[in-house]
Protein backbone atom coordinates (compact mmCIF):
# COMPACT_ATOMS: atom_id res chain seq x y z
CA UNK A 1 0.00 0.00 0.00
CA UNK A 2 3.28 2.63 0.65
CA UNK A 3 4.41 1.93 -3.03
CA UNK A 4 0.69 3.56 -4.08
CA UNK A 5 0.67 6.86 -2.45
CA UNK A 6 2.84 8.62 -4.88
CA UNK A 7 0.28 8.11 -7.47
CA UNK A 8 -2.57 8.95 -4.55
CA UNK A 9 -0.97 12.25 -4.12
CA UNK A 10 -0.70 13.20 -7.62
CA UNK A 11 -4.83 12.70 -8.39
CA UNK A 12 -4.96 14.56 -4.47
CA UNK A 13 -3.06 17.41 -5.71
CA UNK A 14 -4.37 17.68 -8.95
CA UNK A 15 -8.06 17.30 -7.83
CA UNK A 16 -7.41 20.03 -4.99
CA UNK A 17 -5.84 22.42 -7.67
CA UNK A 18 -9.17 21.54 -10.22
CA UNK A 19 -11.59 22.05 -7.61
CA UNK A 20 -10.21 25.50 -6.22
CA UNK A 21 -6.77 26.92 -5.56
CA UNK A 22 -8.43 29.91 -4.82
CA UNK A 23 -9.25 31.06 -1.29
CA UNK A 24 -11.92 32.72 -2.39
CA UNK A 25 -13.33 30.41 -3.63
CA UNK A 26 -13.03 28.18 -0.37
CA UNK A 27 -14.57 30.94 1.67
CA UNK A 28 -17.17 32.97 -0.43
CA UNK A 29 -16.80 33.41 -4.26
CA UNK A 30 -17.79 30.52 -6.28
CA UNK A 31 -17.48 32.96 -9.26
CA UNK A 32 -13.66 33.21 -8.23
CA UNK A 33 -12.97 29.45 -8.38
CA UNK A 34 -11.06 27.65 -11.39
CA UNK A 35 -13.43 25.67 -12.38
CA UNK A 36 -17.34 25.52 -11.42
CA UNK A 37 -19.51 22.39 -11.37
CA UNK A 38 -21.06 22.79 -14.94
CA UNK A 39 -17.02 22.65 -16.22
CA UNK A 40 -16.36 19.73 -13.35
CA UNK A 41 -19.07 17.86 -15.27
CA UNK A 42 -18.11 18.54 -18.27
CA UNK A 43 -14.39 17.35 -17.64
CA UNK A 44 -15.83 14.33 -15.84
CA UNK A 45 -18.10 13.22 -18.73
CA UNK A 46 -14.42 13.24 -20.73
CA UNK A 47 -12.45 11.96 -18.06
CA UNK A 48 -14.28 9.73 -15.71
CA UNK A 49 -11.55 9.20 -13.58
CA UNK A 50 -11.64 13.62 -12.72
CA UNK A 51 -14.35 12.27 -10.57
CA UNK A 52 -13.18 9.93 -8.26
CA UNK A 53 -9.88 12.87 -8.22
CA UNK A 54 -12.14 15.24 -6.53
CA UNK A 55 -13.25 12.97 -4.43
CA UNK A 56 -10.04 12.34 -3.34
CA UNK A 57 -8.66 15.89 -3.33
CA UNK A 58 -11.63 16.08 -0.30
CA UNK A 59 -9.59 13.03 1.70
CA UNK A 60 -6.68 15.07 0.76
CA UNK A 61 -8.08 18.07 2.42
CA UNK A 62 -8.44 15.67 6.16
CA UNK A 63 -4.91 15.57 6.32
CA UNK A 64 -3.57 18.41 5.01
CA UNK A 65 -2.00 21.48 7.18
CA UNK A 66 -3.61 24.53 7.19
CA UNK A 67 -7.22 23.39 5.89
CA UNK A 68 -8.34 25.15 8.86
CA UNK A 69 -6.94 28.50 7.30
CA UNK A 70 -4.02 29.47 9.92
CA UNK A 71 -0.51 28.74 10.06
CA UNK A 72 -1.46 27.15 13.55
CA UNK A 73 0.88 24.84 14.66
CA UNK A 74 -2.59 22.33 15.77
CA UNK A 75 -4.10 22.86 12.02
CA UNK A 76 -3.05 19.65 10.58
CA UNK A 77 -6.93 18.25 9.62
CA UNK A 78 -9.21 15.99 10.97
CA UNK A 79 -7.08 14.56 13.59
CA UNK A 80 -6.05 17.71 14.67
CA UNK A 81 -10.04 18.23 15.75
CA UNK A 82 -9.89 14.74 17.29
CA UNK A 83 -7.39 16.06 19.95
CA UNK A 84 -9.13 19.15 20.57
CA UNK A 85 -12.19 17.14 21.25
CA UNK A 86 -10.38 14.37 23.34
CA UNK A 87 -8.72 17.39 25.65
CA UNK A 88 -12.00 18.98 26.09
CA UNK A 89 -13.56 15.93 26.99
CA UNK A 90 -10.90 15.16 29.87
CA UNK A 91 -9.80 11.83 28.78
CA UNK A 92 -6.55 13.35 27.24
CA UNK A 93 -4.91 15.23 29.78
CA UNK A 94 -1.95 17.73 28.93
CA UNK A 95 0.21 16.69 31.73
CA UNK A 96 3.34 18.61 30.65
CA UNK A 97 3.37 21.74 28.54
CA UNK A 98 6.95 22.88 27.17
CA UNK A 99 5.01 25.12 24.38
CA UNK A 100 1.61 25.84 24.94
CA UNK A 101 -0.07 25.18 21.72
CA UNK A 102 -3.08 23.66 23.75
CA UNK A 103 -3.10 25.01 27.51
CA UNK A 104 -4.33 28.24 27.52
CA UNK A 105 -6.91 27.74 24.85
CA UNK A 106 -7.77 24.67 25.08
CA UNK A 107 -7.22 22.90 28.25
CA UNK A 108 -7.59 25.75 30.16
CA UNK A 109 -10.90 26.08 27.98
CA UNK A 110 -10.62 29.93 26.94
CA UNK A 111 -10.86 29.35 23.61
CA UNK A 112 -14.64 27.79 23.79
CA UNK A 113 -15.78 30.82 25.64
CA UNK A 114 -14.08 33.21 23.54
CA UNK A 115 -15.08 33.57 19.74
CA UNK A 116 -11.93 35.91 18.75
CA UNK A 117 -10.16 32.61 18.84
CA UNK A 118 -8.45 31.11 16.22
CA UNK A 119 -9.37 27.84 17.90
CA UNK A 120 -12.73 28.32 17.15
CA UNK A 121 -12.45 29.18 13.69
CA UNK A 122 -10.36 26.71 12.68
CA UNK A 123 -13.03 23.77 12.52
CA UNK A 124 -15.39 26.44 11.12
CA UNK A 125 -13.28 27.03 8.40
CA UNK A 126 -12.24 23.23 7.93
CA UNK A 127 -15.76 21.68 7.98
CA UNK A 128 -17.41 23.90 5.66
CA UNK A 129 -14.33 23.65 3.43
CA UNK A 130 -15.28 20.09 3.22
CA UNK A 131 -18.83 20.94 2.99
CA UNK A 132 -18.25 23.50 0.00
CA UNK A 133 -15.74 20.81 -1.82
CA UNK A 134 -18.75 18.10 -1.48
CA UNK A 135 -21.36 20.11 -2.71
CA UNK A 136 -19.17 21.23 -6.14
CA UNK A 137 -19.09 17.70 -6.27
CA UNK A 138 -22.63 16.84 -5.48
CA UNK A 139 -23.48 19.43 -8.26
CA UNK A 140 -21.16 18.03 -10.60
CA UNK A 141 -22.80 14.98 -11.14
CA UNK A 142 -26.45 16.21 -11.36
CA UNK A 143 -27.21 17.61 -7.67
CA UNK A 144 -29.03 16.98 -4.83
CA UNK A 145 -31.58 15.06 -6.52
CA UNK A 146 -30.16 13.40 -8.95
CA UNK A 147 -29.89 8.88 -8.99
CA UNK A 148 -27.11 7.99 -11.32
CA UNK A 149 -27.09 4.95 -12.78
CA UNK A 150 -23.89 4.70 -13.57
CA UNK A 151 -21.81 2.83 -10.88
CA UNK A 152 -18.53 4.76 -10.63
CA UNK A 153 -20.64 8.17 -10.84
CA UNK A 154 -23.11 6.29 -8.16
CA UNK A 155 -19.72 5.78 -5.73
CA UNK A 156 -18.39 9.82 -6.39
CA UNK A 157 -21.19 10.98 -5.32
CA UNK A 158 -22.12 8.20 -2.28
CA UNK A 159 -18.72 9.51 -1.32
CA UNK A 160 -19.27 13.24 -1.44
CA UNK A 161 -22.89 13.07 -0.28
CA UNK A 162 -21.27 11.17 2.90
CA UNK A 163 -18.61 13.41 3.32
CA UNK A 164 -20.82 16.02 3.74
CA UNK A 165 -23.27 14.70 6.20
CA UNK A 166 -19.38 14.21 8.49
CA UNK A 167 -18.47 17.46 8.42
CA UNK A 168 -21.89 19.21 9.22
CA UNK A 169 -21.60 16.08 11.97
CA UNK A 170 -18.66 17.79 13.85
CA UNK A 171 -20.11 20.98 13.64
CA UNK A 172 -23.45 19.92 15.61
CA UNK A 173 -20.46 18.23 18.45
CA UNK A 174 -18.33 21.14 18.24
CA UNK A 175 -20.91 24.21 18.37
CA UNK A 176 -24.11 23.08 19.38
CA UNK A 177 -24.52 22.83 23.00
CA UNK A 178 -26.90 20.62 23.08
CA UNK A 179 -28.38 19.35 20.54
CA UNK A 180 -31.85 18.09 22.27
CA UNK A 181 -32.71 21.31 23.96
CA UNK A 182 -32.01 23.40 20.99
CA UNK A 183 -33.84 21.31 18.59
CA UNK A 184 -36.02 24.00 16.76
CA UNK A 185 -33.48 26.70 17.60
CA UNK A 186 -31.24 28.66 15.15
CA UNK A 187 -27.82 27.29 14.88
CA UNK A 188 -25.82 26.50 11.58
CA UNK A 189 -26.10 27.51 8.36
CA UNK A 190 -26.72 24.76 5.93
CA UNK A 191 -24.77 25.40 2.83
CA UNK A 192 -25.82 22.24 0.08
CA UNK A 193 -24.90 23.64 -3.38
CA UNK A 194 -21.06 25.47 -3.97
CA UNK A 195 -20.48 28.89 -2.57
CA UNK A 196 -20.48 30.04 1.00
CA UNK A 197 -22.20 32.91 0.54
CA UNK A 198 -23.43 34.01 4.13
CA UNK A 199 -26.26 31.82 4.75
CA UNK A 200 -29.02 32.62 7.97
CA UNK A 201 -28.62 30.06 10.80
CA UNK A 202 -30.84 27.21 10.22
CA UNK A 203 -32.67 24.87 13.13
CA UNK A 204 -30.59 22.09 14.81
CA UNK A 205 -33.72 20.02 13.42
CA UNK A 206 -33.34 21.12 9.53
CA UNK A 207 -29.29 20.05 9.74
CA UNK A 208 -29.94 16.80 11.29
CA UNK A 209 -32.84 16.15 8.13
CA UNK A 210 -29.95 17.16 6.04
CA UNK A 211 -27.88 15.23 7.38
CA UNK A 212 -30.06 12.31 7.47
CA UNK A 213 -31.01 12.24 3.74
CA UNK A 214 -27.16 12.81 2.65
CA UNK A 215 -26.65 9.71 4.57
CA UNK A 216 -28.88 7.33 3.46
CA UNK A 217 -28.66 8.57 -0.15
CA UNK A 218 -25.48 7.88 0.18
CA UNK A 219 -25.80 4.14 1.78
CA UNK A 220 -27.91 3.28 -1.05
CA UNK A 221 -25.81 4.69 -3.68
CA UNK A 222 -22.83 3.05 -2.35
CA UNK A 223 -23.86 -0.19 -2.16
CA UNK A 224 -22.18 -2.78 -4.38
CA UNK A 225 -18.88 0.24 -4.25
CA UNK A 226 -15.41 -2.15 -3.75
CA UNK A 227 -13.21 1.00 -2.81
CA UNK A 228 -9.59 0.92 -4.21
CA UNK A 229 -8.35 1.71 -0.32
CA UNK A 230 -9.64 2.50 2.89
CA UNK A 231 -9.07 6.10 1.83
CA UNK A 232 -12.44 6.29 0.40
CA UNK A 233 -16.10 6.02 2.63
CA UNK A 234 -17.89 2.91 1.80
CA UNK A 235 -21.19 1.73 2.84
CA UNK A 236 -20.25 0.47 6.34
CA UNK A 237 -18.60 3.98 6.72
CA UNK A 238 -21.27 5.53 6.18
CA UNK A 239 -23.25 3.46 8.06
CA UNK A 240 -21.84 4.33 10.73
CA UNK A 241 -21.43 7.86 10.49
CA UNK A 242 -25.33 7.69 10.33
CA UNK A 243 -24.92 5.72 13.57
CA UNK A 244 -23.22 8.32 15.30
CA UNK A 245 -25.61 10.80 13.76
CA UNK A 246 -28.70 9.29 15.19
CA UNK A 247 -27.06 8.88 18.48
CA UNK A 248 -26.35 11.73 19.22
CA UNK A 249 -29.75 12.68 19.40
CA UNK A 250 -30.33 9.91 21.94
CA UNK A 251 -34.47 9.23 20.73
CA UNK A 252 -33.76 6.23 17.56
CA UNK A 253 -31.63 4.11 19.83
CA UNK A 254 -32.86 1.25 17.81
CA UNK A 255 -31.83 2.18 14.71
CA UNK A 256 -28.72 2.85 15.68
CA UNK A 257 -28.54 -0.65 17.14
CA UNK A 258 -29.38 -1.86 13.40
CA UNK A 259 -27.01 0.41 11.38
CA UNK A 260 -24.03 -0.97 13.50
CA UNK A 261 -24.73 -4.61 13.28
CA UNK A 262 -25.19 -3.66 9.33
CA UNK A 263 -21.61 -1.94 9.46
CA UNK A 264 -20.60 -5.44 11.82
CA UNK A 265 -21.85 -7.67 9.28
CA UNK A 266 -20.46 -5.94 5.65
CA UNK A 267 -17.28 -5.12 6.60
CA UNK A 268 -14.26 -7.12 6.01
CA UNK A 269 -12.66 -5.38 9.36
CA UNK A 270 -12.00 -7.77 12.55
CA UNK A 271 -11.33 -6.77 15.96
CA UNK A 272 -8.20 -6.74 17.14
CA UNK A 273 -7.32 -9.59 19.35
CA UNK A 274 -5.01 -9.43 22.29
CA UNK A 275 -1.71 -11.18 22.07
CA UNK A 276 0.14 -12.41 25.37
CA UNK A 277 1.78 -9.68 27.26
CA UNK A 278 5.02 -12.27 26.98
CA UNK A 279 5.01 -11.77 22.84
CA UNK A 280 5.32 -7.93 23.25
CA UNK A 281 9.46 -6.97 22.98
CA UNK A 282 9.24 -3.62 24.21
CA UNK A 283 11.09 -0.59 22.74
CA UNK A 284 11.64 -2.93 18.87
CA UNK A 285 9.08 -2.29 16.36
CA UNK A 286 6.43 -3.96 16.30
CA UNK A 287 4.37 -5.64 13.03
CA UNK A 288 2.09 -7.60 14.25
CA UNK A 289 -1.38 -6.21 13.94
CA UNK A 290 -3.25 -8.99 15.63
CA UNK A 291 -1.52 -7.53 18.91
CA UNK A 292 -3.61 -4.59 20.04
CA UNK A 293 -0.71 -2.37 21.08
CA UNK A 294 0.62 -3.27 17.20
CA UNK A 295 -2.03 -2.13 15.22
CA UNK A 296 -2.30 1.69 15.55
CA UNK A 297 0.30 3.01 12.94
CA UNK A 298 -0.84 0.84 9.37
CA UNK A 299 -3.51 1.28 7.71
CA UNK A 300 -3.13 -2.48 7.24
CA UNK A 301 -4.40 -3.06 10.74
CA UNK A 302 -7.36 -5.39 10.64
CA UNK A 303 -9.40 -3.14 12.77
CA UNK A 304 -9.32 -0.67 10.70
CA UNK A 305 -12.60 0.39 8.90
CA UNK A 306 -11.42 3.86 7.41
CA UNK A 307 -7.79 5.64 7.55
CA UNK A 308 -5.08 6.65 5.18
CA UNK A 309 -1.69 5.74 4.38
CA UNK A 310 0.49 8.34 5.62
CA UNK A 311 4.71 8.08 4.03
CA UNK A 312 7.18 10.89 2.97
CA UNK A 313 5.60 11.70 0.21
CA UNK A 314 3.37 13.48 2.21
CA UNK A 315 6.26 15.81 4.02
CA UNK A 316 3.95 15.65 6.87
CA UNK A 317 6.55 16.32 10.02
CA UNK A 318 6.48 18.48 12.74
CA UNK A 319 2.61 19.77 12.10
CA UNK A 320 0.60 16.56 12.43
CA UNK A 321 -1.18 14.58 14.74
CA UNK A 322 1.78 11.78 15.37
CA UNK A 323 4.08 15.10 15.86
CA UNK A 324 1.50 16.17 18.96
CA UNK A 325 1.00 12.65 20.22
CA UNK A 326 3.68 9.97 20.01
CA UNK A 327 6.74 10.46 21.78
CA UNK A 328 8.85 8.22 18.65
CA UNK A 329 7.77 11.04 16.17
CA UNK A 330 10.25 14.46 16.26
CA UNK A 331 8.25 16.81 17.98
CA UNK A 332 6.03 18.15 20.70
CA UNK A 333 5.27 14.97 22.17
CA UNK A 334 8.88 13.81 22.45
CA UNK A 335 10.04 17.59 23.66
CA UNK A 336 7.70 18.29 26.55
CA UNK A 337 3.81 18.63 25.49
CA UNK A 338 2.70 15.60 27.13
CA UNK A 339 -0.35 13.89 26.17
CA UNK A 340 -1.36 11.29 28.37
CA UNK A 341 -4.57 9.10 29.66
CA UNK A 342 -6.28 10.65 32.68
CA UNK A 343 -4.57 9.26 35.80
CA UNK A 344 -8.60 8.64 36.91
CA UNK A 345 -9.76 6.57 33.93
CA UNK A 346 -5.93 4.57 33.68
CA UNK A 347 -6.96 3.45 36.99
CA UNK A 348 -10.69 2.30 36.34
CA UNK A 349 -9.17 -0.54 34.63
CA UNK A 350 -8.76 -4.04 35.93
CA UNK A 351 -5.16 -4.86 37.03
CA UNK A 352 -5.22 -7.27 34.05
CA UNK A 353 -6.73 -5.27 31.47
CA UNK A 354 -4.29 -5.58 28.33
CA UNK A 355 -4.51 -1.74 27.50
CA UNK A 356 -2.84 -0.89 30.49
CA UNK A 357 -0.15 -2.16 28.56
CA UNK A 358 -0.95 0.55 25.85
CA UNK A 359 0.32 3.61 28.33
CA UNK A 360 4.08 4.04 29.73
CA UNK A 361 3.06 3.45 33.43
CA UNK A 362 5.90 5.19 35.51
CA UNK A 363 4.18 7.68 38.14
CA UNK A 364 7.96 8.83 39.18
CA UNK A 365 8.22 10.15 35.27
CA UNK A 366 6.97 13.47 33.72
CA UNK A 367 6.20 11.11 30.57
CA UNK A 368 4.01 8.59 33.00
CA UNK A 369 1.01 7.27 30.95
CA UNK A 370 1.76 8.64 27.21
CA UNK A 371 0.59 6.02 25.19
CA UNK A 372 3.80 4.89 24.21
CA UNK A 373 2.41 1.27 23.16
CA UNK A 374 -0.83 2.32 21.74
CA UNK A 375 0.90 5.34 19.02
CA UNK A 376 4.15 4.85 18.22
CA UNK A 377 6.73 5.47 14.85
CA UNK A 378 7.49 1.86 14.48
CA UNK A 379 10.85 2.39 14.56
CA UNK A 380 10.62 3.45 18.28
CA UNK A 381 13.65 5.71 18.54
CA UNK A 382 12.93 8.06 21.73
CA UNK A 383 12.37 11.91 19.73
CA UNK A 384 12.21 10.05 15.96
CA UNK A 385 14.83 8.27 13.59
CA UNK A 386 13.09 11.30 11.26
CA UNK A 387 11.59 14.54 11.33
CA UNK A 388 8.95 12.89 8.40
CA UNK A 389 5.98 11.12 9.51
CA UNK A 390 5.32 8.13 8.08
CA UNK A 391 2.75 6.49 10.55
CA UNK A 392 -0.58 6.49 8.84
CA UNK A 393 -3.76 7.95 10.53
CA UNK A 394 -6.90 6.22 11.65
CA UNK A 395 -10.59 7.80 10.94
CA UNK A 396 -12.91 4.64 12.19
CA UNK A 397 -12.12 0.90 13.58
CA UNK A 398 -14.64 -2.04 13.76
CA UNK A 399 -14.47 -1.73 17.78
CA UNK A 400 -16.38 1.75 17.36
CA UNK A 401 -19.30 -0.35 16.00
CA UNK A 402 -18.79 -3.10 18.68
CA UNK A 403 -19.35 -0.68 21.27
CA UNK A 404 -22.08 1.85 19.62
CA UNK A 405 -23.71 -1.59 18.64
CA UNK A 406 -23.96 -2.24 22.78
CA UNK A 407 -24.71 1.21 23.71
CA UNK A 408 -27.58 0.93 20.87
CA UNK A 409 -28.84 -2.13 22.21
CA UNK A 410 -28.80 -1.24 25.65
CA UNK A 411 -30.29 2.12 25.21
CA UNK A 412 -33.18 0.25 23.30
CA UNK A 413 -34.02 -1.82 25.62
CA UNK A 414 -32.61 -5.03 24.25
CA UNK A 415 -30.38 -5.82 27.47
CA UNK A 416 -29.40 -9.14 26.78
CA UNK A 417 -28.34 -8.85 23.74
CA UNK A 418 -26.15 -5.36 24.86
CA UNK A 419 -24.69 -7.69 27.90
CA UNK A 420 -23.80 -10.71 24.92
CA UNK A 421 -21.76 -8.06 22.50
CA UNK A 422 -19.99 -5.95 25.37
CA UNK A 423 -19.13 -9.12 27.47
CA UNK A 424 -18.00 -10.90 24.00
CA UNK A 425 -15.71 -7.86 23.25
CA UNK A 426 -14.35 -7.07 27.40
CA UNK A 427 -13.11 -10.47 27.35
CA UNK A 428 -10.72 -10.12 24.73
CA UNK A 429 -9.39 -7.38 26.69
CA UNK A 430 -9.63 -8.72 30.39
CA UNK A 431 -9.21 -11.81 31.86
CA UNK A 432 -12.46 -12.38 33.67
CA UNK A 433 -15.32 -10.37 31.94
CA UNK A 434 -18.30 -12.62 33.51
CA UNK A 435 -19.13 -9.00 35.79
CA UNK A 436 -20.84 -7.83 33.07
CA UNK A 437 -23.78 -10.65 32.81
CA UNK A 438 -24.82 -8.58 36.21
CA UNK A 439 -25.39 -5.28 35.25
CA UNK A 440 -28.16 -3.92 33.89
CA UNK A 441 -29.87 -0.71 33.35
CA UNK A 442 -27.94 2.67 34.30
CA UNK A 443 -24.73 0.52 35.48
CA UNK A 444 -24.62 -1.31 32.09
CA UNK A 445 -24.72 2.04 29.88
CA UNK A 446 -22.06 2.85 32.34
CA UNK A 447 -20.14 0.40 31.83
CA UNK A 448 -20.51 0.32 27.68
CA UNK A 449 -19.33 4.63 28.46
CA UNK A 450 -16.19 3.25 30.25
CA UNK A 451 -15.32 0.57 27.97
CA UNK A 452 -15.52 2.92 24.97
CA UNK A 453 -13.40 5.58 26.86
CA UNK A 454 -10.63 3.23 27.26
CA UNK A 455 -10.77 1.38 24.39
CA UNK A 456 -10.95 4.18 21.88
CA UNK A 457 -8.52 6.97 24.04
CA UNK A 458 -6.91 9.40 21.52
CA UNK A 459 -9.10 8.41 18.45
CA UNK A 460 -11.35 11.39 18.71
CA UNK A 461 -14.29 9.30 20.57
CA UNK A 462 -14.72 10.33 23.61
CA UNK A 463 -16.20 13.57 23.64
CA UNK A 464 -19.08 11.82 21.52
CA UNK A 465 -19.48 9.25 24.31
CA UNK A 466 -19.58 11.90 26.73
CA UNK A 467 -22.56 14.19 25.05
CA UNK A 468 -24.03 11.15 23.80
CA UNK A 469 -24.25 10.04 27.67
CA UNK A 470 -24.75 13.65 28.85
CA UNK A 471 -21.47 12.45 31.36
CA UNK A 472 -19.99 15.30 33.88
CA UNK A 473 -16.16 15.37 33.19
CA UNK A 474 -14.16 15.31 36.31
CA UNK A 475 -10.24 15.62 35.54
CA UNK A 476 -7.37 13.57 37.44
CA UNK A 477 -4.57 15.07 38.89
CA UNK A 478 -1.85 14.99 35.98
CA UNK A 479 -4.02 17.39 34.26
CA UNK A 480 -2.68 21.31 34.95
CA UNK A 481 -6.18 22.75 35.40
CA UNK A 482 -9.52 21.93 36.69
CA UNK A 483 -8.56 19.22 38.67
CA UNK A 484 -11.28 17.29 40.21
CA UNK A 485 -13.97 20.21 39.33
CA UNK A 486 -17.01 18.60 37.81
CA UNK A 487 -18.27 19.56 34.55
CA UNK A 488 -21.67 18.82 32.67
CA UNK A 489 -21.63 17.74 29.22
CA UNK A 490 -23.55 20.90 27.99
CA UNK A 491 -21.12 23.27 30.43
CA UNK A 492 -20.56 26.58 28.05
CA UNK A 493 -16.88 25.82 28.55
CA UNK A 494 -16.63 22.08 26.78
CA UNK A 495 -18.74 23.73 23.39
CA UNK A 496 -16.87 26.17 20.83
CA UNK A 497 -18.36 29.40 19.75
CA UNK A 498 -19.27 30.64 15.98
CA UNK A 499 -15.98 32.44 15.43
CA UNK A 500 -15.95 36.36 15.25
CA UNK A 501 -14.93 36.28 11.26
CA UNK A 502 -18.01 34.75 10.37
CA UNK A 503 -20.02 36.53 12.42
CA UNK A 504 -17.92 39.63 11.17
CA UNK A 505 -18.41 38.19 7.10
CA UNK A 506 -21.53 36.66 7.17
CA UNK A 507 -24.28 39.09 7.95
CA UNK A 508 -27.46 37.15 8.22
CA UNK A 509 -25.87 34.91 10.62
CA UNK A 510 -27.29 37.05 13.72
CA UNK A 511 -25.54 35.35 15.99
CA UNK A 512 -26.58 36.94 19.76
CA UNK A 513 -24.07 34.08 21.70
Known amino acids: MKGNMKKFLGIACAALFVVSCSEEFIERQPEGAIINADQLSEAIELNPDLGEATVTGIYATMFTTQTGGTTSQQDFGQKGYDIYL ?6 MALSLSSFGWYRARITELQGPVDFTQLENYQPWRYYYRIINL ?58 DVPGLVGNAKSTTEEVYQLMESDLNKAITLLDGYARPSKTQVNKEVAQMILAYVLGSRRDRWGEVATLTA ?6 NATPMASASLADFPAQTPVTDFNDIRGGFNDVAGQGWMWGVDINADIGLGLVSWWGQIDAFSFSYAGFGDNKAMDIDLY ?25 YFKFYDVDRVFRGSSQIVKADYIYMRIEEAILLNAEGLAQSGQEAQARTALQNFVATRVGDASYISGL ?22 SYFALKRNRGTVVR ?3 HLSFVGEPMAHDDERLTFEIPQLEIQDNNNINDQN
Request: glycine fraction near 8%; avoid cysteine; charge should be negative.
Open 86 to 91: DMISGD
Open 134 to 191: SNLIIESVGGNDAVPEDPSIRAIMGQALAMRAHSYFYLTQFFINDVSASWTSPTLPIY
Open 262 to 267: DALAGS
Open 347 to 371: ESMAADDIRREQYLNDPTATNHLQP
Open 440 to 461: SGQALLDEIYKQTRLELWGEGR
Open 476 to 478: GGN
